[in-house]
């Protein structure tokens, strides 16, 4: 299984980027997958999400509305565009796959529940740097 990360660069505050994460090994309409970031200093923070089931979105605060999710399962690879770009959204991107969107969503969604360990997400791909300047 591989989840490759892609599309990261710097951008001034205000721009766009669109990331890509091509998956091998697995079947998206069997693994839920999600976009994860981290800053330096900061634990790794979950931004996105895309149900296998039925391809349902979910977002966390800081990306609603700047950030949108998709997926191509013709080419096994979810896609997130992010617009309004801002310098607090510099991180190192990474995708991942879990079979359980529960311990996915708890990264994403407050009310979920309790964060979930990172380790019971099932694969995690290498990150993409995101640098936005001001």
């Known amino acids: 299984v591989q989840l490759q990360a892609s599309g990261g660069g710097s951008v001034q505050t205000g721009g766009s980027l669109r990331l890509s994460c091509a998956v091998s090994g697995l079947n998206l309409d069997d693994y839920n997958i999600a976009w994860f970031r981290q800053a330096p200093g900061k634990e790794r923070e979950g931004i996105s999400c895309i149900a296998s089931s039925d391809g349902a979105k979910y977002y966390a605060k800081s990306a609603k509305g700047r950030f949108t999710i998709s997926r191509d399962s013709a080419k096994n690879t979810v896609y997130l565009q992010m617009n309004d770009l801002k310098p607090e959204d510099t991180a190192v991107y990474y995708c991942?796959?879990?079979?359980?969107?529960?311990?996915?969503?708890?990264?994403?969604?407050?009310?979920?529940?309790?964060?979930?360990?990172?380790?019971?997400?099932?694969?995690w791909g290498r990150g993409t740097q995101v640098t936005v300047s001001s």
């Open positions: 991942a796959a879990g079979k359980i969107i529960y311990y996915l969503l708890t990264h994403i969604l407050p009310d979920v529940g309790k964060k979930s360990d990172l380790g019971d997400v099932d694969y």
